[in-house]
T-cell receptor, first 116, second 112 residues
Framework: GENVEQHPSTLSVQEGDSAVIKCTYSDSASNYFPWYKQELGKRPQLIIDIRSNVGEKKDQRIAVTLNKTAKHFSLHITETQPEDSAVYFC???????????????FGQGTILTVHP | DGGITQSPKYLFRKEGQNVTLSCEQNLNHDAMYWYRQDPGQGLRLIYYSQIVNDFQKGDIAEGYSVSREKKESFPLTVTSAQKNPTAFYLCASNRGSTAEAFFGQGTRLTVV
């Protein structure tokens, strides 16, 4: 089955700095890679995702890159703000799209702290 | 607020008792999931169901059971065989065409 490794487990940055979280996956059939943000006491929510036919995707201060050959993908947050502080999870999904269904396998999570 | 509801929010159980966690969604999603969240261990998959009357074990299914009699509902039973059941449990659902998952607000189970 799929195995997703996420690093680092904790990340502390100053406001305005960039933050990068990296994930690797094992199943070459995985073709959908979402990132979720979980604020304290709340449910995880999707913040950005990327599919295997795309190498990079941006949404304002957030970007995700994917290297299918190396089986790794990364989340980049620029100009970090204190409200970015949360736990971030990467995930990999095999056979997403069409009539098939995606089994979500998550990484271990990264606790991001942005200091004012 | 997401269309997927878990209940109760907090649950206390005595050792040796079974307990059932509820998960209901009105998003018309075919797939539903149960995850367990422990500090430092991320979200670990317990069971998932891709269609009514069918479900598969995830990575940590021992001591848990599920049913999927209706598309909208995917209850999780934590049995007395689960050695360390105290945890935060999250239910999620998604649709095959997009695969974005929507989560419930979670149930915190404590064994006393």
């Amino acid at each position: 089955g799929e195995n997703v490794e996420q690093h680092p487990s904790t990340l502390s940055v100053q406001e305005g700095d960039s933050a990068v979280i990296k994930c690797t996956y094992s199943d070459s059939a995985s073709n959908y890679f979402p990132w979720y943000k979980q604020e304290l006491g709340k449910r995880p929510q999707l913040i950005i995702d990327i599919r295997s036919n795309v190498g990079e995707k941006k949404d304002q201060r957030i970007a995700v890159t994917l290297n299918k050959t190396a089986k790794h993908f990364s989340l980049h947050i620029t100009e970090t703000q204190p409200e970015d502080s949360a736990v971030y999870f990467c995930a990999a999904v095999a056979n997403a799209g069409g009539t098939s269904y995606g089994k979500l396998t998550f990484g271990q999570g990264t606790i991001l702290t942005v200091h004012p | 607020d997401g269309g997927i509801t878990q209940s109760p929010k907090y649950l206390f159980r005595k050792e040796g008792q079974n307990v059932t966690l509820s998960c209901e969604q009105n998003l018309n999603h075919d797939a539903m999931y149960w995850y367990r969240q422990d500090p430092g261990q991320g979200l670990r998959l317990i069971y998932y169901s891709q269609i009514v009357n069918d479900f598969q074990k995830g990575d940590i299914a021992e001591g848990y059971s599920v049913s999927r009699e209706k598309k909208e509902s995917f209850p999780l039973t934590v049995t007395s065989a689960q050695k360390n059941p105290t945890a935060f449990y999250l239910c999620a659902s998604n649709r095959g065409s997009t695969a974005e998952a929507f989560f419930g607000q979670g149930t915190r189970l404590t064994v006393v």
